[in-house]
């Protein structure tokens, strides 16, 4: 039987899950209840109680409510909340999850659902959802919709709200059920279907990736590519860091740059760590590293433009890296090449990392690029990280070829 699971605090929003309940029942799907209140009583019956959400967090309820501390309750309770889910995942009593609140019960079940496979459907309805989603989210398929009025009642206008997501969750789930979709780390291979692989791309350097692309489908892979545009670099690291990925084709690392330089579209500075943690093989190159992004034109900092700008589109702009910048950007990725406890290897094209950086672009800076390559081979010199050098333009076909059956002798020529 296909079951959804309710996670949210019953105290303060018992009756809305008990109208979920009742429609997800009307639906024909079973429902579990998972209680994640501290302060007042319920006002529905739970499957899981609240004193055992807690327990699962390793805390006591009763000393909890204690305190009065409300940051911590809805910190230990996401916790618990968290480990509860993935129980229940594992128990095989999970094909969805719905839950509904603001900005604390969204906090509490998001990190559960974060904490799911990809392709177990969560659905969470917000009156959070109409703003920056991102601290919810993560890298995950949480599915927001925005509650348009707070949760406090079921009227006229959050009815057909709860009413759609309810009956958005029982479809997804008993699709899930039926098909068994979960992306869960498995030997590669071993159940018939082509092994993953990720890869890097921009804009700036779509052809050389798409050359890579085909030529791992052509070597029996599938490729899942990720736009290297801040959110994109965090999805690759989190799911490279669960071992998803039989390979890594990180072509594309200008996200280091936004991150050096105060550019809007950074993944953060643990960037490019994750595949090496995890001992994925991986082939990297400094694609896109000649550029730093910021937003519309007006959005440059008055510091950077005296160099060369150029306007991307009407939302993006970039600006060209220095040769310091080139410098210190090759030192950083070679740190973490040479941290990497699995099969690594360094791809350099000669003749460019970008459109932009081609040969007769306006991003060509010859000077800057060596002060980027000597940064990288010295940083790597001695190390066991691999390194190729290809007298062409990253964006040339040959580029994106030679990178992926480098990566294909890496995983171990599937």
Same mark, same amino acid.
Not at 241 to 246: E, I, P, S, T
């Given at each position: 039987?296909?079951?959804?699971?309710?996670?949210?605090?019953?105290?303060?929003?018992?009756?809305?899950?008990?109208?979920?309940?009742?429609?997800?029942?009307?639906?024909?799907?079973?429902?579990?209840?998972?209680?994640?209140?501290?302060?007042?009583?319920?006002?529905?019956?739970?499957?899981?109680?609240?004193?055992?959400?807690?327990?699962?967090?390793?805390?006591?309820?009763?000393?909890?409510?204690?305190?009065?501390?409300?940051?911590?309750?809805?910190?230990?309770?996401?916790?618990?909340?968290?480990?509860?889910?993935?129980?229940?995942?594992?128990?095989?009593?999970?094909?969805?999850?719905?839950?509904?609140?603001?900005?604390? =019960?969204?906090?509490?079940?998001?990190?559960?659902?974060?904490?799911?496979?990809?392709?177990?459907?969560?659905?969470?309805?917000?009156?959070?959802?109409? /703003?920056?989603?991102?601290?919810?989210?993560?890298?995950?398929?949480?599915?927001?919709?925005?509650?348009?009025?707070?949760?406090?009642?079921?009227?006229?206008?959050?009815?057909?709200?709860?009413?759609?997501?309810?009956?958005?969750?029982?479809?997804?789930?008993?699709?899930?059920?039926?098909?068994?979709?979960?992306?869960?780390?498995?030997?590669?291979?071993?159940?018939?279907?082509?092994? !993953?692989?990720?890869?890097?791309?921009?804009?700036?350097?779509?052809?050389?990736?798409?050359?890579?692309?085909?030529?791992?489908?052509?070597?029996?892979?599938?490729?899942?590519?990720?736009?290297?545009?801040?959110?994109?670099?965090?999805?690759?690291?989190?799911?490279?860091?669960?071992?998803?990925?039989?390979?890594?084709?990180?072509?594309?690392?200008?996200?280091?740059?936004?991150?050096?330089?105060?550019?809007?579209?950074?993944?953060?500075?643990?960037?490019?760590?994750?595949? /090496?943690?995890? =001992?994925?093989?991986?082939?990297?190159?400094?694609?896109?590293?000649?550029?730093?992004?910021?937003?519309?034109?007006?959005?440059?900092?008055?510091?950077?433009?005296?160099?060369?700008?150029?306007?991307?589109?009407?939302?993006?702009?970039?600006?060209?890296?220095?040769?310091?910048?080139?410098?210190?950007?090759?030192?950083?990725?070679?740190?973490?090449?040479?941290?990497?406890?699995?099969?690594?290897?360094?791809?350099?094209?000669?003749?460019?990392?970008?459109?932009?950086?081609?040969?007769?672009?306006?991003?060509?800076?010859?000077?800057?690029?060596?002060?980027?390559?000597?940064?990288?081979?010295?940083?790597?010199? /001695?190390?066991?990280?691999?390194?190729?050098?290809?007298?062409?333009? !990253?964006?040339?076909?040959?580029?994106?070829?030679?990178?992926?059956?480098?990566?294909?002798?890496?995983?171990?020529?599937?």
């Amino acid at each position: 039987m296909t079951m959804v699971v309710l996670v949210g605090t019953l105290d303060t929003k018992g009756l809305e899950y008990g109208w979920l309940r009742e429609r997800l029942l009307r639906r024909g799907v079973d429902v579990l209840v998972v209680d994640t209140g501290v302060a007042g009583s319920p006002r529905i019956p739970a499957d899981v109680e609240r004193a055992e959400v807690a327990r699962a967090a390793g805390v006591d309820l009763e000393a909890l409510r204690a305190r009065g501390d409300r940051g911590a309750a809805v910190t230990a309770m996401a916790r618990g909340a968290e480990a509860t889910v993935l129980r229940l995942h594992r128990e095989g009593r999970l094909h969805g999850v719905l839950a509904i609140g603001g900005s604390g =019960g969204t906090s509490i079940a998001t990190r559960a659902m974060r904490a799911l496979p990809l392709g177990v459907p969560k659905v969470m309805v917000s009156s959070m959802a109409a /703003g920056d989603v991102s601290p919810y989210v993560g890298s995950s398929d949480i599915t927001m919709m925005y509650s348009v009025v707070d949760i406090a009642g079921v009227n006229r206008v959050s009815a057909p709200i709860l009413a759609n997501a309810a009956d958005a969750v029982a479809g997804m789930a008993e699709g899930f059920a039926a098909a068994s979709r979960a992306l869960v780390p498995a030997e590669w291979g071993a159940d018939g279907g082509a092994p !993953l692989v990720a890869a890097s791309m921009a804009g700036v350097t779509t052809p050389g990736v798409d050359a890579a692309r085909e030529r791992m489908t052509d070597l029996g892979y599938e490729v899942l590519v990720f736009h290297a545009s801040g959110a994109g670099g965090r999805t690759l690291e989190a799911l490279a860091g669960q071992r998803l990925f039989a390979g890594v084709l990180d072509l594309t690392v200008c996200e280091l740059a936004d991150d050096l330089c105060g550019g809007i579209l950074t993944a953060g500075p643990d960037r490019l760590a994750a595949a /090496g943690r995890a =001992g994925v093989p991986q082939v990297v190159s400094p694609g896109a590293l000649d550029m730093v992004k910021f937003g519309p034109v007006d959005t440059v900092p008055a510091r950077m433009r005296d160099r060369h700008v150029h306007v991307h589109n009407p939302s993006i702009t970039v600006v060209r890296t220095t040769e310091e910048e080139c410098a210190e950007l090759g030192r950083r990725v070679a740190v973490k090449l040479r941290a990497a406890t699995g099969p690594t290897a360094l791809c350099l094209p000669l003749r460019g990392l970008s459109t932009l950086g081609a040969p007769g672009g306006p991003y060509h800076d010859p000077a800057a690029d060596k002060a980027l390559f000597d940064a990288l081979r010295d940083g790597v010199r /001695g190390s066991a990280v691999e390194v190729v050098e290809v007298d062409t333009h !990253l964006n040339d076909p040959s580029f994106g070829r030679a990178a992926s059956e480098l990566l294909h002798r890496m995983i171990g020529g599937r």
